[in-house]
């Protein structure tokens, strides 16, 4: 069964770094698929902010482009979200999932709640 | 961007069909999906390239349309479906509709 689980802090002040993981099982990233990271705010509203694809390839949401960095650790079978000078407007439900293009994202994770507050 | 615009509710009794629209400000042909998120969980897929129902999922979900309009159906409602609906393009950089709150009449 593949299964997608976030994991990082659920507390980041404005102007620092939001680092968050999404473990694998079940699947091997480098297999296939874009590995993406998705957020949703409250309010309900959701936003795509990238993916990395099978082969290393990424690919980011323009309106965070100058922030984000996703990457990967291929041994571990994790990727990994990184948004720089984050500020409250940041704070949301961070959900990593996978894609094949057009095909949607048919695997989620659970979710991660990030607060952004000094 | 590609805009999806949803409308926001839609109040339902049990046993009914339920219809849902999304469209889009530009085609997407037919590369829309639609997702259902209940509270506290993750978006589940339902239908993917408009009209494809995902793996597992029952034949009372349906989807259709081209281009820019499109629709999302459960016929009949199950008490189980209550939840918010949301709409997805992969034509373009992915883009969400803002979500129906599917509610009992």
Request: a positive charge; one cysteine or more.
């Amino acid at each position: 069964e593949i299964q997608l689980q976030e994991s990082g802090p659920g507390l980041v002040k404005p102007s620092q770094s939001l680092s968050l993981t999404c473990s694998v099982t079940g699947y091997t990233i480098t297999s296939g698929y874009d590995w993406s990271w998705i957020r949703k705010f409250p309010g309900n509203k959701m936003e795509w902010m990238g993916y990395i694809s099978y082969s290393g390839s990424t690919n980011y949401n323009p309106s965070l482009k100058s922030r984000i960095s996703i990457t990967r650790d291929t041994s571990k079978n994790q990727f990994f979200l990184q948004l720089n000078s984050v500020t409250t407007e940041d704070t949301a439900t961070y959900y990593c999932a996978r894609r094949r293009r057009n095909y949607g994202y048919n695997y989620w994770g659970q979710g991660v709640m990030v607060t952004v507050s000094s | 961007d590609i805009v999806l615009t949803q409308s926001p509710a839609l109040a339902v009794s049990l046993g009914q069909r339920a219809t849902i629209s999304c469209r889009a400000s530009e085609s997407v042909r037919s590369s829309m999906h639609w997702y259902q998120q209940k509270s506290g969980q993750q978006p589940k897929l339902l239908i993917y390239g408009a009209s494809n129902l995902a793996s597992g999922v029952p034949a009372r979900f349906s989807g259709s349309g081209s281009g820019t309009d499109f629709t999302f159906t459960i016929d009949p409602v199950e008490a189980d479906d209550i939840a918010t609906y949301y709409c997805q393009q992969s034509r373009n950089d992915p883009t969400f509709g803002a979500g129906t709150k599917l509610e009992l009449k």
